[in-house]
């Protein structure tokens, strides 16, 4: 088992920054790729940044990239996602994910461990 808490979340105007953690405890070596996801009100649940656990490996969806960094600590067993130039769709909940492949996966399915997540609000 791999147990994963956010935090970092808050209340932003358009075009401030925050940085979300997420940290994982229990099994982390199993760990092989650990995704940041969000759910917008009315929306499915989105893919917005991955990163490999040992090589570091990133991927962004098209919407955040060039605005978000993916960063891992491993020695904390920490991943970080900072957010620059917030929009006002950026407002969700945003859910970190962990799972054991390799490869970064965009799909929710590939990823067995999730946080309880935490809400981002960029107002206009």
């Known amino acids: 088992q791999v147990q994963l808490v956010e935090s970092g979340g808050g209340l932003v105007q358009a075009g401030g920054s925050l940085r979300l953690s997420c940290l994982a405890s229990g099994r982390t070596f199993s760990t092989g790729t650990v995704a940041w996801f969000r759910r917008s009100p009315g929306k499915e649940r989105e893919f917005v940044a991955a990163i490999t656990w040992s090589g570091g490996t990133t991927h962004y969806a098209g919407s955040v990239k060039g605005r978000f960094t993916i960063s891992r600590d491993n020695a904390k067993n920490t991943v970080y996602l900072q957010m620059n130039g917030l929009k006002p769709e950026d407002t969700a909940i945003y859910y970190c994910?962990?799972?054991?492949?390799?490869?970064?996966?965009?799909?929710?399915?590939?990823?067995?461990?999730w946080g309880q997540g935490t809400q981002v609000t960029v107002s206009s």
């Open positions: 994910a962990a799972g054991s492949s390799l490869v970064v996966f965009t799909t929710i399915y590939e990823y067995n461990y």
